[in-house]
C-alpha cells in the first residue's frame, strides 16, 4: 500500500514501475532512521517523527500502523510511504513502512509467517534514483520472525530478502527489526550478511533494544560511507531509533 500526501491510499500492482523518478538526495549526504514504532502506542511517537521528518531522507519504520496519527504526519510532512501489511485488525494495517520525500522507482514486498502463532512479519524492498548519473540504491525494511522454536524459517526469511539484492549493482542499505535473539539467530544472520558483501554499522555509544543480552535492530549497507551514526534515546517506543549519516560514494 501507498500513502501519499494529498492522495487517497493505493495499492502498488507488482511490477509496477515510475519512470520519471526523481532523485532521492539533492547532495551527497543520505539520512536515515530506522525505528521499530511499537505500533504507535506511546503519546510521543508522531512528535518524534515529526522531529526527524525533514532532516532524513528516508524512515524505515517496523510495527508502523495505519492509525489517523500516521496518515495524518505522512500527508502533513508532504510524504510518500509504502507498507507492506503483515496484517489487518479493524481496518487498521500493520507492517514494515518506508518513508521518504520521493516515489520509489519499483517495490516488492514479502511476508512470512510466524510460525507458532501463524501471524505475518513483513518486508519491503524500495529503489530510489540518486543523483543524476549515479546508480540506484536499493534499500531493505525488515521485520523478521520472532516465535519460533527453530530457526528454519527465520534462516528462510533472511535469505529470500538478500537474494532479491545480490543482483542490485550499486548502493544498498538493508535496516530493520532483525529479532535476533538467540546465539543461533545471530550467526545465521552476520554468516548471510557476510556472504552477500555487506558492511554493519557499528554504533559507538550503543543503546540498541536487546532481549536475552542481544541486539535486535541492525543496519547494514554496501558502496556507501559512513559519516556518523547514533542510537537515540526515547521513550517514544520500547526500541530506541538508529539514526545513520552516509556518504554517496
Same mark, same amino acid.
Given at each position: 500500500?501507498?500513502?501519499?500526501?494529498?492522495?487517497?491510499?493505493?495499492? #502498488?500492482?507488482?511490477?509496477?514501475?515510475?519512470?520519471?523518478?526523481?532523485? @532521492?538526495?539533492?547532495?551527497? =549526504?543520505?539520512? @536515515?532512521?530506522?525505528?521499530?514504532?511499537?505500533?504507535?502506542?506511546?503519546?510521543?511517537? @508522531?512528535?518524534?517523527?515529526?522531529?526527524?521528518?525533514?532532516?532524513?531522507?528516508?524512515?524505515?519504520?517496523?510495527?508502523?500502523?495505519?492509525?489517523?496519527?500516521?496518515?495524518?504526519? !505522512?500527508?502533513?510532512?508532504?510524504?510518500?510511504?509504502?507498507?507492506?501489511?503483515?496484517?489487518?485488525?479493524? %481496518? #487498521?494495517?500493520?507492517?514494515?513502512?518506508?518513508?521518504?520525500?520521493?516515489?520509489?522507482?519499483?517495490?516488492?514486498?514479502?511476508?512470512?509467517?510466524?510460525?507458532?502463532?501463524?501471524?505475518?512479519?513483513?518486508?519491503?524492498?524500495?529503489?530510489?534514483?540518486?543523483?543524476?548519473?549515479?546508480?540506484?540504491?536499493?534499500?531493505?525494511?525488515?521485520?523478521?520472525?520472532?516465535?519460533?522454536?527453530? !530457526?528454519? !524459517?527465520?534462516?528462510?526469511?533472511?535469505?529470500?530478502?538478500?537474494?532479491?539484492?545480490?543482483?542490485?549493482?550499486?548502493? @544498498?542499505?538493508?535496516?530493520? &527489526?532483525?529479532?535476533?535473539?538467540?546465539?543461533? =539467530?545471530?550467526?545465521?544472520?552476520?554468516?548471510?550478511?557476510?556472504?552477500?558483501?555487506?558492511?554493519?554499522?557499528?554504533?559507538?555509544?550503543?543503546? =540498541?533494544?536487546?532481549?536475552?543480552? =542481544?541486539?535486535? &535492530?541492525?543496519?547494514?549497507?554496501? %558502496?556507501?560511507?559512513? %559519516?556518523?551514526?547514533?542510537?537515540?534515546?526515547?521513550?517514544?517506543? %520500547?526500541?530506541?531509533?538508529?539514526?545513520? &549519516?552516509?556518504?554517496?560514494?
Amino acid at each position: 500500500m501507498r500513502y501519499q500526501s494529498g492522495q487517497t491510499a493505493k495499492l #502498488v500492482e507488482p511490477n509496477e514501475m515510475n519512470f520519471l523518478p526523481t532523485s @532521492i538526495v539533492d547532495s551527497k =549526504r543520505l539520512s @536515515i532512521l530506522v525505528w521499530n514504532i511499537f505500533k504507535q502506542k506511546r503519546s510521543e511517537c @508522531i512528535h518524534f517523527l515529526d522531529t526527524y521528518a525533514n532532516t532524513t531522507a528516508l524512515l524505515l519504520l517496523q510495527e508502523a500502523q495505519t492509525t489517523p496519527q500516521l496518515i495524518n504526519f !505522512i500527508h502533513r510532512n508532504h510524504k510518500i510511504a509504502d507498507q507492506v501489511p503483515a496484517y489487518t485488525f479493524k %481496518d #487498521v494495517y500493520s507492517g514494515v513502512m518506508t518513508v521518504s520525500n520521493v516515489t520509489p522507482i519499483n517495490a516488492i514486498g514479502f511476508k512470512e509467517k510466524e510460525p507458532l502463532i501463524r501471524i505475518p512479519k513483513s518486508a519491503l524492498i524500495t529503489q530510489y534514483q540518486l543523483l543524476e548519473n549515479q546508480k540506484t540504491l536499493l534499500v531493505a525494511n525488515i521485520h523478521a520472525v520472532n516465535f519460533s522454536l527453530g !530457526i528454519k !524459517i527465520y534462516n528462510q526469511q533472511i535469505k529470500l530478502l538478500l537474494n532479491q539484492l545480490a543482483t542490485h549493482e550499486g548502493p @544498498i542499505i538493508l535496516a530493520g &527489526d532483525f529479532n535476533s535473539w538467540s546465539r543461533q =539467530r545471530l550467526h545465521i544472520l552476520y554468516r548471510l550478511i557476510r556472504m552477500s558483501n555487506l558492511k554493519m554499522v557499528n554504533f559507538t555509544s550503543d543503546m =540498541r533494544k536487546t532481549f536475552m543480552g =542481544r541486539p535486535l &535492530d541492525f543496519v547494514f549497507y554496501r %558502496d556507501l560511507a559512513i %559519516d556518523q551514526a547514533k542510537i537515540i534515546h526515547t521513550d517514544a517506543s %520500547d526500541h530506541n531509533p538508529l539514526l545513520v &549519516d552516509f556518504i554517496i560514494n
